[in-house]
């Protein structure tokens, strides 16, 4: 059973940048496509980046340009460089194996907090 631990989220002023990773345990991670997704209070969360198993990147169009997605097989870990950060890109942010059918139980996210 897949176990997923986030980190490097925080507070930063809107135009900075943070860079989250996700550590994945109990699978053969390298075999495995990934995404970070998020979720703003009282809304749902979404999918905002994937990386297939050959590293090959996919955005959904609000980080486009801002944010870079990245993963390690060595270290079985995933990564999230967001940079011009947003008030709009507050939320925690999980990751998770895609598609949704291959999903695991969430980790407890990390928290994204963008000031104007």
């Known amino acids: 059973q897949v176990r997923l631990l986030e980190s490097g989220g925080g507070l930063v002023q809107a135009g900075g940048s943070l860079r989250l990773s996700c550590a994945a345990s109990?699978?053969?991670?390298?075999?495995?496509?990934m995404g970070w997704y998020r979720q703003a209070p009282g809304k749902q969360r979404e999918l905002v980046a994937g990386?297939?198993?050959?590293?090959?990147?996919n955005y959904v169009d609000s980080v486009k340009g801002r944010f870079t997605i990245s993963r390690d097989n060595a270290k079985n870990t995933v990564y999230l460089q967001m940079n011009d950060l947003k008030p709009e890109d507050t939320a925690v942010y999980y990751c998770?194996?895609?598609?949704?059918?291959?999903?695991?139980?969430w980790g407890q996210g990390t928290q994204v907090t963008v000031s104007s």
């Open positions: 990386i297939a198993v050959d590293g090959n990147p």
């Open positions: 109990g699978i053969n991670f390298r075999y495995y496509v």
């Open positions: 998770n194996l895609l598609p949704t059918s291959q999903r695991g139980s």
